[in-house]
């Protein structure tokens, strides 16, 4: 029996659109493919009509190369606001009157229209915690129009806190992993409890690949700099500083919330995952264990993709696939 198309995920970046195509063969889901094309635009909001038929063209040809039932698309933190909320376990109706009320708090942050959804993503201990999102109407049906024109089953849109948590929650992993994806059109801190998504918080990025270099300086004038870490980090260029400030900051805010709950590890994704001295530096710092995307293993990843070894571009890709 041959693998049914059932799903892509479509990771829509600055640089790159990336995609997984999801597929079945009887019971078993497993990733099929991956593709990256370049964004022909550099851009993941339109103003202009021919930047919206730009983007149109690259969906039609993804569409064409991998057929689907489904499609996921996923809508930059860039362009969402969140806000994760908790309730006492509640009636259906009572649940759903209760998210409407909350979610009309966004008509202040919006200048314009906007459209929002939510996801239950735990209920236990007597208590519904819920993740609100919304975006601006007109982003949304660019994204929506664009698809459905390029001929795509467009399914949802999603977002991407909720992408990466779903490819943890796959591989069954324990404990707390902070995903920190510092990405050059979004950066943001995701906490995922078993899978779970638990706090979420944007962040402003920096050019990683850039501070890369500056370090690269440093470190031929000083190969004891590691050591320094542990004791401060004043010799560290200034945006690493700011950085590790704002996580060091979302770590303690986190662990107030969750009364004490600690941080287990790290997982980096983004520029920050291909960047040659973020993973050392946060390790240092942080002294938990840290990880790139292309370090986790994926059983559902056809084997002929595994034997490349590096997931660091696709993850939040697969994720949307996933939903599918």
Same mark, same amino acid.
């Given at each position: ?135 601006? $109407? /007109? !982003?949304?049906?660019? #994204?929506?129009? %664009?698809? @459905?024109?390029? =001929?795509?089953?467009? *399914?949802?849109?999603? &977002? ?118 973020? $993973? /050392? !530096?946060?390790?240092? #710092?942080?002294? %938990?264990? @840290?990880?790139? =995307?292309?370090?986790? *293993?994926?059983?559902? &990843? ?23």
């Amino acid at each position: 029996m041959l693998f049914e198309p059932l799903c892509i995920g479509i990771d829509l970046g600055v640089d790159s659109i990336k995609v997984a195509h999801l597929a079945k063969k009887r019971n078993t889901k497993t990733i099929k493919s991956l593709y990256k094309i370049e964004n022909p635009i550099g851009k993941i909001a339109f103003d202009r009509p021919e930047e919206k038929d730009a983007i149109c063209q690259c969906f039609a040809k993804i569409n064409k190369i991998f057929p689907s039932k489904s499609a996921v698309i996923g809508i930059s933190s860039k362009h969402l606001i969140f806000r994760n909320v908790r309730f006492p376990l509640l009636k259906g109706k009572e649940l759903d009157e209760a998210i409407f009320w909350e979610i009309q708090e966004f008509s202040s942050m919006f200048n314009g229209e906007f459209i929002s959804d939510y996801e239950l993503l735990d209920n236990r201990n007597n208590t519904y915690h819920i993740l609100l999102a919304a975006a601006s $109407k /007109d !982003i949304a049906m660019d #994204y929506a129009k %664009i698809a @459905v024109d390029a =001929g795509l089953p467009l *399914k949802a849109l999603d &977002v991407y806190p909720l992408a990466n948590a779903r490819v943890l929650e796959t591989q069954k992993r324990h404990g707390v992993t902070a995903i920190i994806d510092l990405n050059s059109s979004h950066s943001e801190i995701t906490m995922v409890d078993n899978g779970k998504i638990v706090f979420n918080r944007c962040l402003d990025f920096f050019d990683i690949n850039k501070i890369d270099d500056e370090l690269c300086k440093i470190i031929k004038t000083d190969s004891s700099w590691f050591d320094n870490i542990k004791t401060g980090f004043n010799f560290l260029p200034l945006p690493y500083q700011n950085i590790i400030l704002e996580i060091s900051r979302t770590f303690e805010f986190y662990s107030l919330q969750s009364r004490g709950c600690q941080i287990n590890e790290i997982m980096l994704i983004g520029k920050a995952g291909e960047s040659h001295y973020c $993973k /050392d !530096i946060f390790r240092s #710092y942080f002294h %938990i264990e @840290v990880y790139t =995307g292309r370090e986790i *293993k994926l059983d559902f &990843v056809n084997e002929n993709i595994k034997s490349n070894g590096d997931y660091v571009d696709y993850i939040s890709a697969i994720g949307f696939a996933l939903r599918g």
